[in-house]
């Protein structure tokens, strides 16, 4: 028996809102100031992306610290749709710690802001790889990409993971409505 998906409304709002996630900084100083400010929306974004640059400049940290405290200002970044330094951000990231989950499901979402959906597939799939901190984040985002690349079945795959992985989720719920299961030959 094969499944015969159908889109069953308009798909206006497919990126309206990619999954981000930010990365815990463990100690206290800037980098903990930045993840803290990140964590909990900034009513400064000046004063939040400055606190991060300021830690990534002045403050000696692990590779680990360091590498989140550039996921961090990424997402910071990303949310004022500063996509191209927020994926500079993730791409150090990466460098510095490439088994960090967080850095490549960001850089997916960064992607998939910028409309450059069959780019973002290869690093959330790098991210559910690494079992990231937010794999519903990461199958969310997964799901838009191949939907946006015509794969729907992947898509409703993804949507469902991603439900199953964080239930009760509404964008992932809103998501899987516009979507009919057939029956096909």
């Known amino acids: 028996m094969r499944l015969k998906l159908i889109i069953a409304a308009a798909a206006t709002a497919l990126v309206a809102e990619a999954a981000s996630a930010q990365v815990f900084v463990i100690g206290q100083g800037l980098g903990g100031d930045c993840y803290q400010k990140t964590k909990n929306r900034y ?41 191209d330094e927020a994926l500079a951000d993730y791409s150090k990231a990466i460098e510095l710690k490439p088994e960090l989950g967080a850095a490549y499901l960001n850089k997916g979402a960064a992607l998939i802001y910028q409309k450059d959906f069959a780019a973002a597939i290869a690093p959330l799939d790098r991210a559910i790889e690494l079992e990231s901190a937010d794999l519903f ?43 009919t299961v057939e029956e096909g030959s």
């Not at 015509?150 to 899987?176: C, H, I, M, N, T």
């Open 43 to 83: 009513s400064s974004f000046r004063d939040a992306d400055e606190t991060c640059t300021r830690a990534l400049r002045e403050q000696a940290m692990t590779r680990s610290n360091r590498a989140a405290t550039y996921v961090n200002r990424g997402v910071l970044r990303m949310r004022e749709g500063q996509y």
């Open 137 to 179: 984040a990461a199958h969310y985002n997964r799901a838009i990409a191949r939907e946006n690349t015509d794969d729907v079945a992947g898509a409703y795959a993804d949507f469902r993971k991603s439900l199953e992985l964080k239930p009760g989720w509404e964008l992932a719920e809103r998501q899987l409505t516009r979507f």
